[in-house]
């Protein structure tokens, strides 16, 4: 049960401080094994590789609009290794990690911010993951029906969605949050509260002071960890899943982090917030005490971290070449994706079009 975890502001679960050691509270929680630690960390590590050279490609005019995950790869990281493979999992668009270890490849997620809309288009039944959703809080409301499907098919399966901290103050998330709260369906939402929505502060955003105290007026229980820690973040999912697999009972996370980067690669945040108030959080960084951890309890030496990071570099360069060469979208795909079915009136359209020259498609 969550009630384990404290909600009352100031008591923010910590497993793995940012000296890289296991807090008191650790003997109290699931924890990873060594071989999910390492999984995790190769993971969190491409995903790293992979924001900074898609906003890099972006400076060189290879990549359009992207938003980075730097600083929260352990909020998708730890909660989805604490599903089964099974689980649904409805993304937000900053959860890169957690997709790659699902088995999305990389080259996939580059097309899809690349524009292309054929990175949405994937097997949602294989991986169990829904595609990347931008409409601020609509993804809550489909891991809700998910979730419902799944109990009245009597599965044991649990769904998870993310949402940022400026996307709960969006009605579909308070809707998604009740229907489940009163329906009673097997579902987890994250709040990756980074602290920001591109120049909006949480403090502007909303009175509450907890964002996982928004659960109370849905009836559900609500618990907020620090993001920047896997151990934590992974021990709250773990156990939400438990009770939702078990009792059908949804429940709140709040994986408090912070966003590193701009929000996308057409921000700068320099306009809105100082250096100053940057700096705590990069020693804080998900990745530096992951890494600490592992040398520390000599789960990898310096030499293997690096020759990690050499290999995933590459990987990380030809998947991009690779969505880089793909087709490029077609205006027929507006039409082709829409519906599972295409209504008359569709069809009709896209003969006009159609007669108006076929290049064109
Ligand atoms: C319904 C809707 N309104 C507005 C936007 C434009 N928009 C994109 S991201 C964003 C800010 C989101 O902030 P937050 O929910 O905190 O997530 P973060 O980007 O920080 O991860 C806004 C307003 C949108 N995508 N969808």
Redesign the pocket.
Known sequence: MLTKVKTKAGHRLQILNEEGELTAEAKNYPMMSNDQILESFKYMQMSRIADEWAVSLNRQGRMPTY?PNKGQEANSMGSFMALRKDDWVVP???EMAGMLQRGLPLSQLYLYWLGNEMGSCYDVEKFHMLPIA????SQTLHAVGLSFADKYKKTDRVSLTF?????TS?GDFYEAMNFAGAWKTPTIFFI?N?Q???STPTSQQTAVKVLADKAVAAGIEGVQVDGNDLFAVYAATKLAADNARKNNVPSLIEGFTY?LGA?TTADDPTRYREEKDVLPWIAKDPLIRLEKYILNNHLMTSDEIESLRLELTKSVKAAFNKAEAHDAPTLLDTFQYTYKEMPELLKEQMELIGQNGKEEL
């Open positions: 938003a937000a668009f900053r931008v409409p601020l809080s949402i940022g901290d400026g996307a969006e990756q980074n920001w929505a591109i966003r929000h």
